[in-house]
């Protein structure tokens, strides 16, 4: 059988252009119909639960309305459907095709309306039944301790810092290296901003690796090591077993230098530091750096340090893999004060920290290391930064390129288990010096307490830098 077109029963032009018109328009009408009621839909959604309007319910309202626009719709397409029963087969079949089309999608709406009405009642319901009656409680602010700081923004932004990464404990402290007064300062207790400092002056908290600058400063004050001087490496740098501390007569094996000991924090090298230059030594070292001394109003506590004669407990203490040494974070920041002036122990101060820090500045007489001590314990804590373990934080990852490549940074960092208050301490203690004018600098002393089973905030490294960073943009760039 053959089909052919027969140009005789075709339809005139205006009557093709008619129904071609009426076919878009009924395209366009199935489309408004499918949109509205999406809109329809989102709109009721947002509507509280039990919201009236005039007396009824938006509801309600919605599916009467949705209903007419459904029954205006559907009358107007059989309108355009009788219209277009015309002589064109092709026409009439697509018209119906279109209309069939609208029609299923306009139910299909109303099912899917229906069927989100029933799942957002089933929402409210679950909602109203876990959410709890009290809201809780918004955290206020009080800033009147970062307003009584010497220096207002960095105080606030340690505050800021504090309330962003919630440590479970922590202090801040910041100190002018020049005048040796407490310019910032921030704590937490329990996961909340204190107002008033505690931990800065305590001395219960393990000093850790910080330690290991007793023991270099007693290794150059004994004239028999420097800084390039080589240390038996043996095993890994976080243990300290007692065969790493053995080391054969004509021992051939891998080794270390001792500024890389320190900057590394590697156990076994300084354990065997310390048992080489003997208890004594390192006493009077630490002595020097302010352990075993009583400071003058008990501000801050007395630090322990307290080495065995001999034996595994001396390595122990040497290299800060024991509890016992203890250190409080205002004679941290005194040490490094010590190291970068080159000038014997002064405890910092501040007028506005009544009980916890003395009000003036109060010479102590601890005696002074050497120059060459000096300089060596300065250059060891830089190479911590520029090849230790503090490295990876105190970089242009958290600092801007230009401030970072201003400044001299040094440090240590530290990291034990404690037990005033529970849980795992990690310390930086640093400096930020500006290499173009050195007497613009910053000393950073940060201890933080993580739950052992739990959360843990950023690291110390990071906050310390950070910290710098801020420093420098307001300190180092000023026009006058």
């Given amino acids: 059988m053959k089909y052919y077109y027969d140009p005789q029963n075709r339809l005139p032009y205006k009557k093709r252009l008619r129904n071609r018109c ?26 509280p639960k039990g919201f009236v309007v005039n007396g009824n319910d938006p509801s309600k309202e919605w599916i009467k309305d949705t209903l007419r626009v459904d029954s205006s719709i559907i009358d107007s397409l059989k ?11 092709l026409t ?13 999608s306009a139910e299909a709406v109303s099912k899917e309306s229906e069927r989100k009405e029933d799942l957002e009642n089933t929402q ?8 709890p009656e009290n809201p809780p409680e918004v955290e206020i602010v009080d800033s009147v301790h970062i307003k009584n700081q010497k220096d207002v923004f960095l105080a ?3 505050d800021i810092m504090l ?10 402290l910041v100190v002018e290296p020049n005048s040796n ?5 921030g704590e937490t207790k329990d996961y909340k901003v204190q107002n008033a400092p505690d931990y800065i002056s305590r001395n219960t908290f393990p000093a850790a690796s910080l330690a290991k600058t007793v023991t270099i400063a007693a290794a150059m004050e004994s004239n028999r090591y420097s800084l390039n001087s080589p240390i038996p490496d043996r095993g890994a740098h976080h243990t300290l077993y007692k065969n790493q501390l053995r080391v054969p007569e004509n021992y051939a094996g ?3 230098e001792l500024q890389d000991a320190y900057a590394k924090s590697a156990n076994p090298p300084l354990g065997i530091i310390g048992l080489n230059v003997g208890a004594k030594r390192l006493r009077d070292a630490a002595k020097m750096l302010g352990y075993n001394t009583n400071f003058p109003g008990g501000l801050p506590g007395r630090s322990n340090y307290a080495p065995p004669d001999s034996g595994y407990g001396l390595a122990e203490v040497s290299c800060g893999f024991i509890q016992s040494t203890t250190l409080s974070p205002l004679l941290a920041a005194a040490q490094v004060r010590s190291i970068l002036a080159k000038k014997p122990l002064e405890i910092p101060w501040a007028k506005d920290l009544e009980g916890i820090a003395p009000k003036q500045r109060i010479a102590l007489d601890v005696g002074k290391f050497s120059e060459n001590t000096y300089y060596g314990l300065r250059a060891a804590m830089l190479r911590s930064v520029t090849n230790g373990t503090a490295r990876k934080h105190l970089s242009t990852k958290n600092m801007a390129r230009k401030n970072f490549n201003a400044l001299n940074i040094g440090g240590k960092t530290g990291s034990l288990d404690g037990n005033d208050p529970n849980g795992r301490y990690e310390w930086f203690m640093g400096f930020a010096q500006s290499k173009e004018d050195p007497k613009k600098a910053i000393i950073v002393v940060i201890m933080q307490v993580h739950d052992l089973q739990g959360y843990r905030s950023q690291p110390a490294c990071q906050v310390a830098a950070m910290i710098m960073n801020y420093w420098a943009h307001q300190k180092l760039w000023q026009t006058n």
Avoid at 83 to 89: F, L, Q, S
Avoid at 92 to 104: N, R, T, V
Avoid at 181 to 185: L, N, S, T
Wanted: proline fraction near 4%; glycine fraction near 2%; aromatic fraction near 6%.
């Fill in 22 to 47: 009426i076919a878009i328009a009924i395209f366009v009408a199935a489309c408004a119909l499918i949109v509205s009621c999406i809109f329809k839909s989102g709109e009721r959604a947002a509507q």
């Fill in 92 to 104: 009439e079949s697509a018209a119906k095709s279109l209309f069939g089309e609208a029609k299923a």
């Fill in 254 to 256: 891998p080794t270390i």
């Fill in 181 to 185: 007064e407490i310019i910032a300062w």
């Fill in 79 to 89: 309108e355009a459907h009788r219209a277009i029963k015309v002589k064109d087969p």
């Fill in 124 to 131: 409210a319901a679950i909602t109203a039944a876990v959410t």
């Fill in 156 to 158: 606030e932004k340690i």
């Fill in 163 to 172: 309330r962003r990464f919630k440590p479970m404990h922590s202090a801040i």
